[in-house]
């Protein structure tokens, strides 16, 4: 495909379309924050002393945006878990966090189940199946979305429910201390940036065209590179990496030699707000890169609050990665292979 902005073109390639999920993306995050606002929870935090996060795929992009902007900020010893069992060291005063947009994940109900057992807190985030039963029979808090501003049904491009939706309700619940209305104030701003992010993205993605994204951020941005690099994986079905400042200055700088094909393709997450340290680090690798002939692409966020940066990193990446799978002649919407993966493991 050529022309990603044909509309006829794109609804041959995008049958379920999900370039309207990406166009409603905004629309979901500003849903996601009202309604978890709206919603009457709450934990027995005093006792809880650890935090456990479950999820696969991109129904673990919540979490990972909620440790990236607390930071060190982030009150209690936390771990992801992205497989069947939660830690052995589990319970009563472990929060056991289960996420999962169909509500059907084997691996996240299996957490549940360990949770239950070992009589963990629990903080559930669905669209519903199984998950939203067992919150229900289990009397556990929760934020049930419908997911109708994600018209395709994709769980992928419900970032907005999961990442708004899990980051309010760790807020409701007092487990994180957001800044509520600097996070409304970005929201607004991010209805008024989403053009200049699409066609900035529209420009940008022909970069990645048969190359391999390498992605890298810091800081509060370090969530939204593993998102990215899961985006081009299943939306743009390109095979794609991330590093994170400081630790790829301690090893990947070294190898950038070989092999010396170019096709390697670096995207840098950039924001003034960066610390000075890891703003100095982000300058140096950008001259370590081009000094390596390695082809390089920075974006660089507004920087006016953390919120603002992580937001549009979220809605630029959606319309990157969803433009290069039109031109590549991709359906955004369809995972044949973890598909397959699926009807295999249950043969």
């Not at 999920?21 to 309604?35: F, M, Y």
């Not at 990496?241 to 790829?248: R, V």
Request: proline share 3%; net charge negative.
């Amino acid at each position: 495909m050529q022309n990603v902005t044909d509309t006829t073109l794109i609804a041959s390639i995008d049958p379920k379309n999900t370039y309207a999920s990406t166009e409603e993306l905004v629309a979901q995050c500003k849903a996601a924050w009202s309604e978890v606002n709206d919603l009457s929870v709450s934990l027995n935090i005093e006792k809880i002393k650890n935090i456990v996060f479950c999820g696969m795929g991109a129904s673990i992009n919540g979490a990972l945006v909620a440790k990236s902007l607390m930071g060190r900020e982030f009150s209690y010893p936390s771990e992801i878990v992205t497989d069947y069992h939660i830690p052995a060291y589990s319970n009563e005063e472990t929060l056991v966090v289960l996420t999962s947009y169909s509500g059907s994940t084997e691996e996240v109900l299996s957490c549940a189940e360990e949770a239950k057992a070992k009589n963990c807190q629990m903080l559930i985030l669905t669209q519903g199946k199984q998950l939203a039963h067992f919150a229900s029979v289990n009397n556990v808090p929760a934020y049930i979305f419908t997911g109708l501003l994600n018209s395709s049904g994709v769980p992928r491009l419900g970032n907005g429910y999961t990442v708004l939706g899990l980051l309010g309700l760790l807020n409701k619940v007092g487990i994180i201390t957001l800044e509520e209305k600097e996070l409304s104030n970005a929201l607004t701003r991010l209805e008024e940036k989403k053009e200049e992010l699409r066609q900035k993205a529209l420009i940008d993605f022909e970069l990645f065209e048969n190359k391999i994204p390498v992605v890298i951020a810091s800081e509060h941005l370090s969530g939204n590179a593993q998102i990215l690099r899961n985006q081009f994986n299943e939306t743009s079905k390109t095979f794609s990496a991330f590093y994170l400042i400081p630790d790829l200055n301690h090893h990947l700088m070294e190898g950038l030699s070989f092999p010396t094909s170019n096709d390697l393709y670096f995207l840098t997450l950039n924001s003034p707000i960066y610390s000075p340290k890891n703003h100095k680090r982000t300058s140096l690798t950008q001259t370590v890169i081009e000094e390596n002939k390695r082809n390089n692409l920075v974006f660089t966020a507004s920087g006016q609050t953390v919120y603002d940066d992580f937001l549009e990193v979220l809605v630029y990446g959606s319309y990157l990665t969803l433009f290069l799978a039109l031109r590549l002649d991709q359906d955004p919407s369809v995972n044949p292979w973890v598909d397959w993966f699926k009807k295999e493991l249950t043969a």
